[in-house]
T-cell receptor
């Protein structure tokens, strides 16, 4: 089992739709949970991060972490064509005396006007 | 406040050659990590530098080496290039704070090996 699993999609939705992106993980040492957005041929851009379980909201974006289920989500409300990108989840924690950061494979999202 | 900067943006090399990629971290950051991203895949961790030393290393051969300078900038060197080394190379910087490892990425260097 991989440490971080993310459905690679692709996912195509109409403009204005609510989008739900998810990742599961197996390593209980993970404490910080991040979402990155990556446009084609560009570097990943940090959207938001959360610590431990709970929700965090930033404008149209909401990140949720459920540590008991080892499941994280990113919700995008009122999706826009400019949201079309690949979304990567990432997780970090302290294990074996060093920090560890692991990425999902990324989910490609297309928002159609 | 400048973010993470990488140079060059694009590079074309032939098999067997050597390449050096450069990275300047975000202001205030002391840690630099390098990743290789193949098309359609997530970033794969190469190594991380902190206090001018390699602190962690992913599953990459010794042909991949690096360096961190006193001003926290970093270089990635790849020797004896293979066709399979063609990828987007990403540099990410962070501030070492225990388990908190929030990394900020540069735009990347796209390496093509012919």
């Amino acid at each position: 089992q991989k440490e971080v699993e993310q459905d690679p999609g692709p996912l195509s939705v109409p403009e204005g739709a609510i989008v739900s992106l998810n990742c599961t993980y197996s390593n209980s040492a993970f404490q910080y949970f991040m979402w990155y957005r990556q446009y084609s041929r560009k570097g990943p851009e940090l959207l938001m991060y959360t610590y431990s379980s709970g929700n965090k909201e930033d404008g149209r974006f909401t990140a949720q972490v459920d540590k008991s289920s080892k499941y994280i989500s990113l919700f995008i409300r009122d999706s826009q064509p400019s949201d079309s990108a690949t979304y990567l989840c990432a997780m970090s924690g302290w294990q074996g005396g060093s920090e560890k950061l692991v990425f999902g494979k990324g989910m490609k999202l297309t928002v159609n006007p | 406040d400048a973010g993470v900067t990488q140079s060059p943006t694009h590079l074309i090399k032939t098999r067997g050659q050597q390449v050096t990629l450069r990275c300047s971290p975000k202001s205030g950051h002391d840690t630099v990590s390098w990743y290789q991203q193949a098309l359609g895949q997530g970033p794969q961790f190469i190594f991380q530098y902190y206090e001018e030393e390699e602190r962690q290393r992913g599953n990459f051969p010794d042909r991949f080496s690096g360096h961190q300078f006193p001003n926290y900038s970093s270089e990635l060197n790849v020797n004896a290039l293979l066709l399979g080394d063609s990828a987007l190379y990403l540099c990410a910087s962070s501030l070492t704070e225990g388990a908190k490892n929030i990394q900020y990425f540069g735009a990347g260097t796209r390496l093509s090996v012919l």
